[in-house]
């Protein structure tokens, strides 16, 4: 075990101990201060050596007691047991001296303790590199606890208990109100030991789960027994790491044998017993002997006696040895002097001719649980035990965790099993049997498994912690799924595994496996060796030592060596021990990393990465740059992504001074925001409240080019409820802003923007010649003005100009240059433009190809649902409807643009300005499956909205829906309707419409008029 004491502070997850003599103040005044000196001299060391026995630390001498840490520096899985233990024993010690000052001196003393479990900050503090204390709340509520206690009693608090109960005795006093804690705390009375021995047996107590897989493992145990019986000697050592089921897998092996007869014993080796000789050994013995702990000596002399005489008369000279050993020693037989080694040796002796005697015809069962706790001493007993054994009807079996290797690996009747995690499928059962099966649990599993890496300690604790958490309701094997798991923590009991593991790892190792913490999931050897600062060769001792341990894995070897975390708990427990500055500054070095380690090719795609390790890094204005890079680059093809970027980057500014560059990164932010607005939506608050600062921004700095986008923003984009010659009226003082702000960029993408609002008033010239100066700007240059307002300007421009030549009828041109736009979108990956493109190309084929036009609008709806652009999909979804009313699929129609409806009013404060166009699809729909009255209604309601804003696009289009509505429920106004939409489109030159109102009229005949 390593003990050096860290120059670093980390956060550590321990257990505090407080305990003082009580009165003591008092009873200095009854006593000479030099006798009283040595009192307490003798008290401190009391409790300073129970403190060492259980492996704690010392954290400082109070003047009348003692604090204590135990997991720090080095972490015990266990702290908080051998905390309790310690306590046990101080109570115990410290009631015998007072018994005896009492009797002597007629003094009163007693003492109080005090316990809590949490984290904490241990380190070295204080001037010069000070000593080794710790610090934190968890401290104060320890110190609580103890002035709490009442004299000669120990207290814990909640947080112990939860990682002691079953293996101590605890007597819930019930809730307090502790000065300096936010909510009241469950506070414990610690009565004595427990009855759990071991993890499994707190198992037991609380049902054990279902034992699932481990065929091959129990397969490989029943051959060494079937060895065994027939005479050959066999050890097998089962290895694993915590958690992963030794025990488990020996518990239902063991009790297959006792079924077949076979005599069995056990020893089990406690993670504070390394420092107690012999326990495991003594442990079998009594086992073997059949002695129980509390059984008195003649007893269990008879016991000793009779057992190995029966087996060997020749054992009567070995009994005062085995008396003694076993702590019952005959007064009348006393032991014959000999050395320790030579005492060793003779036991050694014995234990084999008490299990290896080769006439006895039942087969022996020895097991020795949890190994890489033994002592020397035992280690060396069983040592002899496997050689001396050889041909006796014995099966041995051991297990341990993978930092111990065995003496005799090399022997030949040993063999060693490594039991692997479980694999997924064990780890579906064994959530069934703990979780149950209601279906909101459907996909818990994968999650589980990955985080877990299929322990099922951790995996039986997690969900145990879930439940506890919240997340699960129910009880038992009956849960449901109450909110999503992906925030939920680590259980303490898990944490307390994991830490401990990570601080037997020598300080390079650690300290590598931290950063790695830092860095990801799965990470780059260079990146790693640059960030963690080691040289090439402690880093590859370094990461050997973690390789095999079993923490990291070689995820990739070609072309670089990449390093996985082997499971993602592992990784959350080494990010959580450093302190948040050592964090930060792991980060800022993983960021420079990654940007001197990679190509500037591949910047774009990382710069979300390197954002978030500046971010976490404290380097603020860089992070808001990277961020601002990433954002662009998420851009319109992942609208979610953008949006949350250009948040983090408004945040990020908002830490920083105003200077130009951080002023026009704030404006730049909002603005932006502001673009998803109509596509994924956004509430109106969050809207004005983005404009408003952004425009104060923009003011107070004079910036022309965001007060254009601004109004971009806020009077010219889709998704308001726009009146048609108001919104022309935007668009052209936006331009004019833009024109005088000079900046080519901007010029073009203001027109690029404001052009739709003339193809919404049905202004097709003014639509043609606002897109033809956009395209003038643009020029050869596809990128100038691409990203602002619309992905790719030229995909969008030719697109326009494409449907202004199919308002004149030249189809061919039309489709010539939606083809080209198509082409440019998706080489310049403007997806959202994309869409839109394969829209018109639908409605263009309608007529021609219906089919055809089917299939692309069908495809586009796919395409785009991966998008996540609700102004997009929505879209995508009414051009499909309506396709879809044209190849007469009534019912197909109507689902769609009820979807495209609903997909717009969840996400958008209003309808927008596709509202009356959406409107005269849904009536149209209903009118064709039937519901002529509803259709009729929604008609009439599509036309009034169409009319009262002027959109003079849609409006035409939907007076002939209402046309036909009216004609289908047989109400009146049918000509007059006609008459309208013709008029409308015959002003406009809505030529394709008018080819439609043509056929319509036709089709309904004259009679009708
Ligand atoms: N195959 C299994 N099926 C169901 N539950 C299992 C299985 N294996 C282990 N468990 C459960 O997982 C928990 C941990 O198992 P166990 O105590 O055997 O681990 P271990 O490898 O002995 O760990 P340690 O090294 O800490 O002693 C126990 O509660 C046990 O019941
Ligand atoms: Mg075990």
């Known amino acids: 075990m390593h003990e050096t004491v860290k120059d670093e502070a980390e956060r550590k997850q321990v257990t505090v101990l407080f305990a003082d003599v009580s009165g003591s103040m008092d009873l200095a005044e009854q006593e000479d201060p030099e006798e009283w000196r040595k009192i307490m001299q003798r008290f401190f060391s009391i409790l300073a050596d129970t403190v060492t026995r259980f492996e704690g630390t010392v954290d ?32 115990d010690d410290v009631a015998e001296y007072a018994a005896e000052l009492r009797r002597a001196k ?189 059984e008195p000596e003649q007893q269990a002399r008879e016991k000793i006696a009779g057992r190995s005489l029966l087996l060997d008369p020749a054992f009567a000279e070995d009994l005062p040895l085995m008396f003694d050993f076993l702590g019952v020693p005959d007064p009348e037989r006393p032991v014959p002097q000999m050395s320790p080694e030579a005492r060793q040796r003779s036991l050694a002796e014995v234990l084999c001719r008490l299990v290896g005697k080769p006439s006895r015809r039942q087969t022996l069962l020895l097991v020795f649980e949890d190994l890489h706790w033994v002592d020397e001493g035992s280690q060396a007993m069983l040592s002899g035990l496997i050689e001396g054994f050889g041909g006796t009807r014995t099966l041995v079996l051991f297990n341990y965790r993978p930092e111990y290797t065995p003496p005799w690996q090399a022997s030949e009747c040993f063999e060693a099993l490594e039991l692997a995690p479980l694999r997924r499928e064990d780890t579906r059962e064994l959530l069934h049997d703990l979780a149950g099966e209601d279906p909101s649990l459907d996909g818990l599993d994968e999650p589980i498994h990955e985080r877990t890496g299929g322990n099922p300690f951790f995996i039986e604790e997690i969900v ?71 040289d090439a060769e402690a880093m590859e001792r370094a990461l050997r030592s973690l390789v095999e341990g079993g923490f990291l894995y070689e995820a990739q070897l070609y072309p670089e060596r990449l390093l996985a975390f082997r ?94 560059e951080t002023a026009a990164l704030a404006v730049h932010s909002r603005l932006l925001q502001l673009q998803y607005a109509w596509r994924i939506g956004m509430s109106r608050e969050e809207q004005e409240r983005l404009a408003g600062e952004a425009e104060e921004i923009a003011t107070r700095n004079e910036d022309l080019h965001s007060l254009a986008l601004l109004k971009v923003a806020t009077a010219v984009r889709p998704g308001l409820d726009h009146y048609g010659p108001d919104w022309l009226v935007a668009v052209r003082e936006t331009v004019e802003l833009a024109d005088r702000s000079g900046d080519r960029h901007l010029r073009a993408a203001v027109r690029g923007a404001g052009a739709y609002a003339y193809l919404c008033n049905a202004d097709f010239d003014g639509f043609e010649q606002i897109l033809d100066e956009m395209l003038e700007i643009v020029g050869d240059d596809g990128s100038v003005g691409a990203g602002i307002v619309l992905g790719s300007p030229i995909a969008w421009g030719l697109m326009g100009k494409g449907m202004v030549r199919r308002e004149k009828l030249e189809f061919e041109e039309a489709e010539e240059l939606f ?66 009313l044209i190849a007469e699929e009534f019912e197909g129609a109507l689902e769609s643009v009820e979807e495209s409806e609903r997909l717009y009013r969840e996400a958008m404060d209003s309808g927008g300005e596709m509202e009356g ?93």
């Open 60 to 91: 400082k001498f109070t003047g009348d007691g003692i604090m204590a840490i135990f997991g720090a520096p080095v972490a015990h899985e266990d702290h908080a047991r051998r905390a309790c233990y310690a306590a046990l024993q101080m109570l």
């Open 106 to 294: 007629g003094l009163n003393f007693s003492t109080r303790i005090g316990i809590n479990s949490g984290e904490v900050v241990a380190g070295a503090i204080g001037e010069g590199g000070g000593s080794y204390t710790a610090i934190g709340h968890t401290v104060g509520l320890a110190q609580r606890m103890e002035s709490l206690a009442e004299p000669g009693k120990a207290y814990l608090t909640e947080h112990t208990a939860k990682l002691a109960r079953g293996y101590l005795d605890l007597r819930d006093l019930g809730e307090f109100e502790i000065k300096g804690a936010s909510r009241p705390v469950q506070v414990f009375e610690l009565a004595g030991v427990g009855e759990a021995r071991s993890r499994l047996d707190l198992a037991r107590e609380r049902g054990f789960s279902r034992f699932v897989g481990r065929e091959r493992e129990l397969a490989r145990l029943e051959e060494a027994l079937e060895r065994a019986n027939a005479g050959e000697a066999a050890a097998v050592g089962v290895v694993a790491e915590p958690g992963i089921g030794k025990s488990r897998l020996y518990l239902e092996f063991l009790e297959r044998c006792r079924s077949e007869g076979v005599e069995v014993f056990e020893a089990q080796g406690q993670a504070h017993g390394k420092s107690i000789p012999f326990m495991p050994i003594l442990q079998m013995l009594r086992s073997f002997f059949g002695i129980a702990d509390n």
């Open 464 to 534: 145990r912690e879930l439940a506890e958490a919240g997340y699960l309701e129910g009880e038992r094997g009956a849960y449901r799924l109450a909110r999503p798991i992906e925030d939920a923590g680590v259980p303490v009991t898990v944490q307390a595994v994991l830490a401990a593991r990570i601080d037997r790892l020598d300080s390079d190792s650690k300290q590598l496996l931290q950063v790695a913490s830092v860095l990801g999931k799965e990470v780059g050897e260079e990146a790693l060796a640059m960030a963690a600062g080691l």
């Open 567 to 660: 499971h993602p708990l592992t990784r959350e427990v080494a990010y959580g021990t450093q302190l948040a500055e050592q964090r930060a500054a792991t980060h800022a070095a993983a960021a420079r990393a990654l940007i001197k380690l990679e190509a500037p090719e591949r910047y774009d795609e990382l710069s979300a990465l390197i954002a978030d390790h500046l971010r976490q890094g404290g380097e603020t204005l860089e992070a808001a740059r990277w961020s601002a890079r990433a954002a662009h680059w998420a851009g319109h093809s992942r609208p979610h992504d953008a949006l949350r970027l250009w948040r983090q980057v408004m945040e990020l500014v908002a830490e920083l001074p105003e200077d130009e």
């Open 819 to 884: 083809e080209r736009a198509l082409k440019i979108a998706l080489d310049e990956d403007d997806p959202e433009t994309a869409s839109w493109i394969r829209s018109n190309l639908a409605s263009l084929l309608i007529r021609r190809d219906p089919e055809a036009a089917l299939a692309i609008a069908r495809r586009n709806v796919e395409l785009t649902d991966r998008l996540g652009d609700v102004f997009s999909r929505s879209l995508a979804l009414s051009n499909l409807a309506w396709a879809q």
């Open 917 to 1009: 166009w959406r409107g005269q699809l849904r009536a149209r729909a209903l009118v064709s499956v039937g519901r002529e009255e509803e259709g009729l209604e929604v008609a009439e309601e599509a036309a009034r909205i169409c009319r009262e804003r002027a959109m003079l696009w849609a409006y035409p289009v939907a007076m002939l829906t209402l046309a036909r509505a009216r004609a289908a429920a047989g109400a009146d106004g049918v000509a007059e309707a006609f008459e309208e939409a013709e008029r409308v489109a015959r002003e406009c030159g809505a030529t394709t419409l008018l080819m439609d109102i043509e056929e319509e009229r036709a089709q309904i005949g004259p009679g009708v008029y």
